[in-house]
């Protein structure tokens, strides 16, 4: 079995895949006479055509380190945006896309105050808290068409930190 180490997830690391989604720096506007800093426009959001925007919450079960990585999916007719409620540690994994199926995962560790949004058709592992409760909010397409392909990696890869 083969492993991989997580990376600390940055902007610039995680491009090729989304946009990660976190307030860093200035914000871009002031609003709310003052009181409340917005950092604008984050993400790419996608949602094909017939789609909508829906938000949903996920309570994922906690993994427990090294995690074996054995399932890579992706959604080809919309982006996922993944927002952590829960103040902890999580995994997000993706792969570039080699001809319909992932390459080699990349696995980075992202802050509990960091969240991202997968590029439409991102190959990316399932949601994978690192500790309870491992509740996210989700912005993803909701409308007709098969959106999910899922890839099983045999063998599976070990991800560290």
């Keep these: 079995m083969t492993g991989i180490t997580a990376e600390r997830l940055t902007a610039e690391a995680f491009e090729p895949f989304g946009e990660v989604l ?8 002031i609003i709310n006479r003052g009181m409340c800093g917005r950092w604008h426009d ?9 789609g909508r925007a829906g938000v949903s919450i996920f309570r994922a079960e906690a993994r427990a380190l ?4 054995d399932l890579l999916e992706r959604h080809p007719e919309g982006s996922q945006a993944f927002l952590p409620m829960h103040g902890h ?3 997000v994994i993706v792969a570039p896309d080699m001809g319909d199926q992932p390459g080699q ?17 991102t190959w990316h592992g399932v949601l994978t808290p690192l500790h309870d409760p491992g509740l996210f909010a989700v ?19 070990m991800v560290e930190i």
Excluded: C, K, M, S
């Design 22 to 29: 976190e307030a860093v720096g200035e914000p871009d506007r």
């Design 42 to 50: 984050l993400a790419r959001l996608d949602f094909g055509p017939g």
């Design 66 to 69: 090294p995690y074996r990585l």
């Design 89 to 91: 540690d999580w995994l």
């Design 105 to 121: 995962p990349r696995a980075f560790l992202a802050g509990g105050d960091q969240g991202v949004n997968f590029h439409r058709g």
């Design 139 to 157: 912005v993803d397409r909701i409308g007709d068409g098969a959106n999910l392909e899922e890839h099983t990696l045999d063998p599976p890869i």
